[in-house]
């Protein structure tokens, strides 16, 4: 079922975060794209994760989110791959006060860099027809205990390897998220191009 072959992430990816106003307040967004046409959509890893198109009601797929200096890991339930993607303070101290995320997954390219309107016709554009994929979380989804301990791969869940610290995961507490390193093999994690 986790054949690495289903896994479409030779490609080379783009990704955008940004913070908007919602009917439930603020959120805080990430798009995932392909980022040439040569490069492979993203609706098989975002159906195999659990994501739904926008005429589904929004799904909570167990999406794992860990945060480091400057850009952040968006672990994909049942896929067993994250996405790495750049991220900015104002984004990652929003997601680090526990505030909601919504992640976008997008089967059509979209070049890196790409400014906010191309961003809006894009997410317009795709919304009817369902080329985009979505789901939401919070920084304190979890988590095993020996993950948050860095004694397993906070990505694929296996112990043994080359584990190397990747940033913190977060755990709920009654004082707000509590901060853990963890660690993750190499290979798990899938690097991305630089934003805009
Ligand atoms: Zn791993």
């Given at each position: 079922m986790l054949a690495t072959a289903e896994r479409p992430l030779r490609g080379e990816l783009s990704a955008w975060t940004w913070i908007d106003s919602t009917p439930d307040g603020l959120v805080s967004l990430v798009l995932i794209t392909p980022?040439?046409?040569?490069d492979p959509g993203l609706g098989p890893l975002a159906e195999l994760a659990g994501l739904l198109p926008p005429s589904a009601p929004l799904p909570s797929p167990g999406l794992r989110l860990v945060l480091h200096t400057d850009h952040a890991m968006v672990i994909l339930p049942r896929a067993e791959t994250a996405l790495r993607i750049p991220t900015d303070e104002g984004w990652a101290d929003f997601v680090r006060r526990g505030g909601t995320v919504v992640v976008i997954l997008g089967e059509q390219s979209l070049e890196a860099g790409a400014g906010r309107e191309a961003l809006e016709r894009y997410l317009i554009a795709a919304m009817l027809p369902g080329r985009i994929w979505l789901g939401k979380t919070t920084i304190a989804a979890d988590h095993t205990p020996a993950q948050v301990r860095g004694e397993?791969?906070?990505?694929?869940g296996q112990p043994g390897g080359t584990l190397t610290p990747v940033g913190y995961a977060y755990t709920p507490t009654s004082g707000g998220p509590l901060g853990w390193p963890v660690a993750a093999h190499a290979t798990c994690p899938t690097a991305l191009e630089e934003e805009s």
């Amino acid at each position: 079922m986790l054949a690495t072959a289903e896994r479409p992430l030779r490609g080379e990816l783009s990704a955008w975060t940004w913070i908007d106003s919602t009917p439930d307040g603020l959120v805080s967004l990430v798009l995932i794209t392909p980022a040439s046409e040569s490069d492979p959509g993203l609706g098989p890893l975002a159906e195999l994760a659990g994501l739904l198109p926008p005429s589904a009601p929004l799904p909570s797929p167990g999406l794992r989110l860990v945060l480091h200096t400057d850009h952040a890991m968006v672990i994909l339930p049942r896929a067993e791959t994250a996405l790495r993607i750049p991220t900015d303070e104002g984004w990652a101290d929003f997601v680090r006060r526990g505030g909601t995320v919504v992640v976008i997954l997008g089967e059509q390219s979209l070049e890196a860099g790409a400014g906010r309107e191309a961003l809006e016709r894009y997410l317009i554009a795709a919304m009817l027809p369902g080329r985009i994929w979505l789901g939401k979380t919070t920084i304190a989804a979890d988590h095993t205990p020996a993950q948050v301990r860095g004694e397993k791969c906070i990505v694929c869940g296996q112990p043994g390897g080359t584990l190397t610290p990747v940033g913190y995961a977060y755990t709920p507490t009654s004082g707000g998220p509590l901060g853990w390193p963890v660690a993750a093999h190499a290979t798990c994690p899938t690097a991305l191009e630089e934003e805009s």
